[in-house]
């Protein structure tokens, strides 16, 4: 298994980054609608969903691998008067209880790593859910350029490593097909899985596929 890596978010200027995503501005109405309370962010980056959720009532957890992501959401949070408990943590180890939330919300961030790692990632997810606890994430998927068709090398069968400018450099990425889906979340009832295409990435046309996850703990 390799070792995690967090992002250099000094070399991003992608001011994406800083909003929320139109899929975390759903879930967040929908788990309202449904009586969660409490959010891990999973993965959190500088924090745009963290905050999102904050503000919009939930108690929010936080963390991520990076040190200097987990600053950036402190002082955005401090600004904003929210309460969000944050910790610098690898999600390979959560440094949470059993049965710690009722929804956890992952976006962009389980794949950074490979085959063995991400079964033990789910098994984390698993163990800091509550029973019938709320899931929402992304997986790469096996038909996207980086995967497929960038020629970075591959250390195990489903999983590359980006070696190109930027704040993923060097970092690990695995890939998935859809029949791989239940077998990793076995334990889990789907509620919708999506296969979308990116396919116009900072302004330039790619195939960038991913499967946007939502799923149940039975």
């Not at 999102?52 to 200097?68: E, K, N, P, T």
Request: one cysteine or more.
């Amino acid at each position: 298994m390799t070792l995690s890596k967090p992002w250099n978010w000094a070399l991003s200027e992608n001011p994406a980054w800083l909003e929320p995503s139109d899929e975390g501005r759903a879930i967040a109405e929908r788990w309202k609608n449904h009586g969660v309370e409490s959010v891990l962010d999973f993965g959190c980056g500088l924090g745009r969903h963290a905050i999102f959720f904050a503000q919009r009532g939930f108690r929010v957890s936080a963390f991520d691998l990076s040190q200097d992501a987990v600053d950036h959401l402190n002082a955005w949070a401090k600004r904003e008067n929210l309460p969000i408990k944050t910790e610098t943590a690898d999600m390979l180890n959560l440094p949470y209880s059993d049965n710690a939330f009722d929804a956890i919300f992952a976006f962009h961030t389980v794949f950074h790593t490979d085959s063995v790692g991400i079964r033990k990632i789910i098994n984390e997810i698993k163990r800091v859910l509550k029973p019938k606890g709320q899931l929402y994430l992304t997986l790469g998927s096996k038909e996207t350029w980086a995967f497929r068709d960038a020629g970075f090398p591959k250390i195990d069968a489903n999983t590359i490593v980006k070696i190109e400018d930027g704040p993923e450099n060097g970092i690990p990425h695995v890939f998935v097909d859809f029949d791989d889906i239940p077998r990793l979340f076995a334990g889990f009832s789907l509620i919708n899985v999506r296969h979308v295409d990116h396919c116009l990435f900072n302004g330039k046309p790619r195939n960038s596929k991913h499967y946007f996850i939502e799923a149940s703990l039975n």
